[in-house]
Structure formats: structure tokens, C-alpha cells
């Protein structure tokens, strides 16, 4: 009878499509030909699964898994048995290193909830728990396979540093302060800057304005106004019970929020900020946004450059959102406020060079194109209109259903 290893060993993991060209074939002999991400750079590594087990580490070390896609139409396998994984390399004068197959699978034993008692009494089947085995180790390789291509987005060339992988682990050896631990997480992965000196005399005529509440129009209008950055600070600090519950009685009464500043002697940001602290209102963002030759800039009600950003900036259903066209892809991330500073946020879609959407932007003024955007309950989810077409997180035309 064959035991529980070997049954795992003859199985072939599966992978999600989409890595073939931003991964598989940048790093690997897996495929042919010459990409954007590629260009004329040497293959790294040999066999596709040498860069399936880096993968699956990053997962592994992260401690994080990432379901494959549901569509079996969007995913392939290896096309090699594991039991044959680094048996055979002869690149270079490589050794083998079969070894890597017995630390897998340890690593799966431990990390996945399977009844071994229930086995041994053949209440379950080997094969289920063979099934369990390979399900854990393809998220832990889709999660890695994820962190890769988020690098490669902000930096075709972020892999081909020298010992660029080797300081992915080693990061995991020397436990340093969390913040530079975050830095290489994959929702945060934008190493550009927050900010660029631009002369607001290069702004455009394309403005938006986020806000005209005639109540803000009225504090911009009087001599003691005070910055937004400063009214979002103040609106930010703690209100007693006493004026929470005052403020909830006047809302349900109907009272202007102006009335209810001046009621309660709090500015109106602050009153509309515990409005929507309490999901009474949604907060304005009271801002404007303009994007110049440079990018785009989001300005405050003083006229001050709060944030700028390399890629041009749009609002849509009263947020920030920021697209990014790059050679390689096109990046959505939305532009928010934390700890008291406006920053870039978390990724909300990516369309590659290859893909529907990206291919209908043109160089120039795509912006303009980008009609609609609506978040879903997870980002894969998320969709975006352009030229009256919707298209999914990856760049795929929607179905007409949607």
C-alpha cells in the first residue's frame, strides 16, 4: 500500500493562468517567447516548478493562503509530477535537490487540519487527505504567486536585483520592527513616493470638485477659516456621550448640520465626521482633485496641495481613486486618509498589457475613458466601466448578466 507521501508525490499542483506571462515565462523555460516583463533577460530558474516552490514558500512564510481561482478553465497544472521535482537539473552545473519534496510536504502535514486518527481507522480516504495536501499547498503558492506579480507591477525589474528572492526569506530570519515587515506585504506594495513638489500653476482645466456643501462654501468665506488638515484633526478627537447622544436627537430631528456646529459648539467637520462615524451620513471629502502633465493632486479647501501622485487621480461615487498605466499593466488603488495624512491605499485592480481593458486605453488622456468604477465585497470583485463597457478585477470583459 502506498503511503500518504507518495500518493501526494504523484499528484501535478495546479496554478492560475494569468502567471504565464508576468511570471512563468520571465522567470522560467516554462513557455516560449518574449514579454514586457522579460525583455531580453536570461530565464532565472529551469522547470516551472522551481518558481512553484518559491511561491509556495513566500506563502508558507507568510502564513498566508489565497484560494485559486473557481473557473478550472483559468487554471493549468505543471506538467510534472512533484515525486520529480529537482530530481534532475542540469543547468550550470546545478546539483539536485530532491530533499525540497520532504520539506514540503512536513510543512503541509503541519499546517493543514487533517484527521489522522479518522484515517489510521478508514474513515476517511487517503486520497482525501492527499486532495486536502494539494488544496493547502496551491494557496500557498497563488498567495505567493501574487506577492511576485505585485512586485513586478511597481518593478519589472524588482526580481532581477541581485539576491532579490534570497532577501524575501532572510527578511523572515531576522524578526525587525512590523512597519518593515508590512513594507513587503502584498496590499501595500507601492514603493513611490507620496508626494511631488508640483507648481499648482501647471494645473489642468480637467478639475473635479468632492464636495460643495454650502456650509463649507461658508467657512471658506470666513476671515478665521481653518485649514482642512486641521478641521479633520480636530473633527477626529473624542466626543463625550453626553454631545453623541444630543447629536443623534437633532439629526433624527432633522437640524442642518450647521445648526447642529453651532448647537453644539463643534465645527461642521466635526459634527459631519460623528455623523458618519455613527453610519448617519457619509463623510464629505471636501476636497477637489486636478491632475497636471505630472500626475495627480488632491487640494484642500485652502487651496493647499494635501497629496500628489505620479498617476492622474479621479473621483468617483464621492472617493479618490488613482489609476496607474504603466508598459506592464494597468493598477487601481484608492487614495485615502490615515493617521492624519492623505496615502495611497489598497489595491483595487489590475488589468495586464494582454488584457481587454487595458488595450482600449490609449496613451494619452485615458482618464478620460474611465467612466465608472464600483467595489465589490472582496477586490476581486470590483469592476470598472470604460468606454460604456464593464470589465472584471483582471481586465475581462464582463458578461451581460453583470
Not at 504523484?10 to 516583463?37: A, C, H, L
Amino acid at each position: 500500500m502506498e503511503s500518504i507521501y507518495e500518493l501526494w508525490g504523484k499528484r501535478n499542483p495546479e496554478w492560475e493562468k494569468r502567471y504565464q506571462t508576468s511570471i512563468m515565462d520571465v522567470f522560467t523555460d516554462y513557455g516560449k517567447g518574449v514579454n514586457q516583463y522579460q525583455d531580453v533577460r536570461g530565464k532565472i530558474f529551469g522547470a516551472g516548478y522551481e518558481i512553484y516552490i518559491l511561491a509556495f514558500f513566500i506563502g508558507l512564510y507568510y502564513n498566508q493562503t489565497k484560494p485559486l481561482v473557481e473557473d478550472k478553465a483559468k487554471r493549468k497544472v505543471l506538467g510534472q509530477a512533484i515525486m520529480y521535482w529537482g530530481n534532475v537539473e542540469n543547468r550550470l552545473g546545478r546539483n539536485s535537490y530532491a530533499k525540497i519534496r520532504e520539506y514540503i510536504f512536513a510543512a503541509l502535514v503541519a499546517k493543514t487540519d487533517i484527521d489522522w486518527i479518522a484515517l489510521d481507522k478508514g474513515d476517511i480516504t487517503p486520497r482525501s487527505v492527499v486532495d486536502q495536501l494539494i488544496d493547502k499547498m496551491e494557496q500557498y503558492a497563488n498567495f505567493g504567486f501574487d506577492y511576485i506579480q505585485e512586485k513586478l507591477e511597481d518593478d519589472p525589474n524588482h526580481f532581477f536585483k541581485e539576491s532579490a528572492f534570497l532577501r524575501v526569506f532572510t527578511s523572515f530570519l531576522t524578526k525587525e520592527t512590523e512597519d518593515d515587515d508590512s513594507d513587503d506585504a502584498p496590499d501595500s506594495l507601492d514603493d513611490e513616493p507620496d508626494s511631488l513638489d508640483n507648481d499648482e500653476s501647471d494645473l489642468q482645466d480637467d478639475e473635479k470638485f468632492v464636495s460643495s456643501d454650502d456650509s463649507l462654501e461658508k467657512e471658506q468665506n470666513d476671515e478665521t477659516l481653518i485649514d482642512e488638515e486641521s478641521l479633520r484633526a480636530e473633527a477626529e478627537k473624542p466626543w463625550d456621550e453626553d454631545d453623541l447622544e444630543r447629536l443623534q436627537m437633532y439629526f433624527e430631528h432633522e437640524m442642518e448640520v450647521s445648526s447642529i456646529a453651532e448647537r453644539l459648539h463643534k465645527s461642521i467637520y466635526s459634527v459631519q465626521y460623528q455623523l458618519s462615524q455613527l453610519g448617519l451620513i457619509d463623510m464629505p471629502l471636501n476636497v477637489i482633485v486636478k491632475n497636471t502633465s505630472l500626475g495627480g493632486n488632491v487640494i484642500n479647501a485652502s487651496g493647499e496641495i494635501v497629496y500628489s501622485d505620479e498617476a492622474p487621480l479621479k473621483v468617483l461615487h464621492d472617493k479618490i481613486y488613482r489609476f496607474n498605466k504603466k508598459s506592464v499593466c494597468l493598477a487601481v488603488k484608492d487614495i485615502k486618509r490615515d493617521n492624519g495624512k492623505w496615502v495611497k491605499g489598497d489595491k483595487m485592480l489590475v488589468a495586464y498589457a494582454e488584457s481587454a481593458l487595458y488595450t482600449k486605453l490609449s496613451d494619452s488622456n485615458f482618464i478620460d475613458s474611465i467612466e465608472d468604477f464600483k467595489e465589490g465585497s472582496t477586490r476581486e470583485e470590483n469592476i470598472i466601466k470604460v468606454k460604456g463597457v464593464w470589465y472584471d478585477y483582471y481586465g475581462d470583459v464582463l458578461g451581460p448578466n453583470k
